[in-house]
């Protein structure tokens, strides 16, 4: 494709009940990030993946949070017992030289 | 860690006016870009500008690394240019971005 997607677009769960966010990069690049987005709020990072090499899970707020990668293409992020504190817009990026961003999946916890 | 720091954080003006929006950093960078988030939330690329100037149509932005500071201009504004613009920043090309708080932007027609 030409450009970074995510899926779902839009999510509504109820507090408590996991979910799973997609990420599929643009074709040949190597690494992946994820942002998080709240409401007015400039954008947080959770966690880079490049190539073979470790991920750095550094931003992950706890322990709630969890991403995997297979290989350079698709990445799901997977937020365990969602909280309301979690509902936000979640970015995906991609990078070649410069980092490329997709739509966003909006989670909304009740 | 870096920390990005944005300024003014609203902005308001009529179409065809120009602006210039200022983005500070607290440590050296090697990786300084510009994004502009349109009102349905997709962030678009701006200018990847580590240091000095570049220049995109009506958009320029400048980087002084020495000085640590950035900024961004828009000439002849147009009420398409609405929406946040975003400065981020990492300590390398290929590392996690730390984000400004944004200034949002509203052109009036």
């Known amino acids: 494709g030409a450009g970074v997607s995510q899926s779902p677009s839009n999510k509504v769960t109820e507090k408590g009940k996991d979910v799973e966010l997609r990420c599929d990069p643009i074709?040949?690049?190597?690494?992946l990030y994820w942002y998080r987005q709240r409401l007015g709020q400039g954008l947080e990072f959770l966690i880079y993946?490049?190539?073979?090499?470790?991920?750095?899970k550094s931003g992950l707020p706890s322990d709630r949070f969890s991403a995997e990668r297979t290989g350079e293409s698709v990445s799901t992020l997977t937020i365990q017992r969602t909280q309301q504190e979690d509902s936000a817009v979640y970015l995906c990026a991609s990078r070649k030289e410069t980092q490329y961003f997709g739509p966003g999946t909006r989670l909304l916890v009740l | 860690g870096i920390q990005v720091e944005q300024s003014p954080p609203d902005l308001i003006l009529q179409e065809g006016a120009n602006s210039t929006l200022r983005c500070n950093f607290s440590d050296s960078v090697n990786n300084l870009q510009w994004f502009h988030q349109n009102p349905w939330g997709q962030l678009i690329n701006l200018f990847y500008?580590?240091?000095g100037t570049k220049q995109n149509g009506r958009l320029s932005a400048t980087t002084v690394a020495t000085e640590r500071y950035s900024l961004l201009y828009i000439s002849s504004s147009q009420t398409t240019d609405s929406g946040v613009y975003f400065c981020?920043?990492?300590?390398?090309?290929?590392?996690?971005?730390?984000f400004g708080q944004g200034t949002e932007l509203s052109v009036k027609p």
């Open positions: 074709s040949g690049h190597t690494a």
């Open positions: 981020a920043a990492s300590y390398n090309q290929g590392g996690k971005l730390i």
């Open positions: 993946f490049q190539g073979n090499s470790a991920p750095d």
């Open positions: 500008i580590p240091s």
